[in-house]
């Protein structure tokens, strides 16, 4: 049904708890981020309606006010969120994946982040690589065939394409700890060859992917009531109608959860269900159909074989 080991992925985890527990309090923080704009929304609207008559009314308003925007600021620095969280993750993963022997404690988040700048030091030139990678992995999808898809009628077709499409997008970050397994000088050109890769056994990583995707949000849904239970502790005592808001932050806080340490086990498991595949198959595949089908690869492959800009 899939082709890694969950045990060995939580135990990759546990190697590197260190820095585990760090990007934990990274995410803590983005949620706690999450409720200071809530509060700060709802107590702005209050404050400049104070001379209204039902001034508290505007509460819930600018509390919904205050989580879109920072919500919006979440989305606007998501590339710094991947290269400063998620990529020296992938790094350790990586290493481990080598038996690497890794420092411990605050020396293996240092670490973490060298390796981190070493292989990805400009933001934005990452994330368009990241960008192109996910381009890619949706074309894939049209060099498949599956009867069972195309048997159906158009409606029920292109949302199971689309739903294929976004499944294999999620493999993006196997693509990017690729390159620390290559080491070489032109992350474009690791990508291009895990592309491949990736391409040629298109199936495999995408039934892996969803296996893994499932995991982690089950592990979201196991998080949510225990979360939920905390905080309708936390709010007993205050008297005052907190709406849907204990119901979302519930959310927020689970999502925390979840992208510490389930995602960060996904990541684990398809590095162990890639890789092995990869260092066999990655220098004899020529991308071809990639080529031929793939406006974003050609464009990859072009920068794969220039000089870094």
Request: proline share 4%; hydrophobic share 50%.
């Amino acid at each position: 049904m899939w082709d890694f080991d969950f045990l060995a992925a939580i135990r990759s985890i546990e190697k590197s708890m260190a820095y585990v527990l760090y990007r934990m309090l990274l995410c803590v923080g983005a949620a706690l981020g999450y409720l200071l704009a809530t509060l700060a929304g709802a107590g702005t609207l209050v404050g400049f309606g104070s001379l209204a008559k039902n001034a508290s009314s505007l509460g819930p308003f600018g509390a919904v006010v205050g989580f879109a925007l920072f919500a919006a600021l979440m989305f606007h620095i998501r590339p710094l969120w991947l290269n400063a969280v998620k990529i020296p993750q992938l790094a350790l993963l990586v290493d481990q994946f080598k038996n690497k022997s890794l420092p411990t404690g605050k020396a293996l988040v240092d670490y973490a982040k060298e390796r981190q700048w070493a292989a990805y030091p400009s933001t934005t030139k990452m994330y368009e690589l990241d960008e192109a990678i996910r381009e890619v992995q949706s074309d894939m999808v049209t060099l498949v065939s599956c009867p069972k898809i195309e048997a159906q009628n158009p409606t029920i077709r292109e949302v199971l394409i689309r739903l294929i499409k976004a499944v294999s997008r999620q493999n993006h970050q196997t693509l990017l700890a690729w390159h620390f397994q290559t080491q070489q000088e032109n992350p474009w050109r690791s990508a291009a060859e895990g592309l491949a890769v990736h391409q040629a056994h298109f199936f495999t990583m995408t039934k892996n992917r969803a296996m893994v995707t499932l995991f982690a949000w089950l592990g979201f849904m196991a998080a949510y009531p225990l979360v939920l239970g905390g905080i309708e502790i936390l709010i007993d005592g205050i008297p005052m109608n907190m709406s849907f808001w204990p119901e979302v932050f519930a959310g927020v806080f689970a999502w925390a959860i979840k992208a510490a340490f389930f995602d960060a086990i996904a990541e684990a498991a398809m590095i162990d269900v890639f890789f092995p595949l990869a260092e066999k198959e990655a220098k004899e595949n020529s991308g071809d159909l990639l080529k031929n089908h793939s406006a974003a690869y050609r464009a990859m492959d072009i920068k794969a074989h220039n000089p870094l800009e």
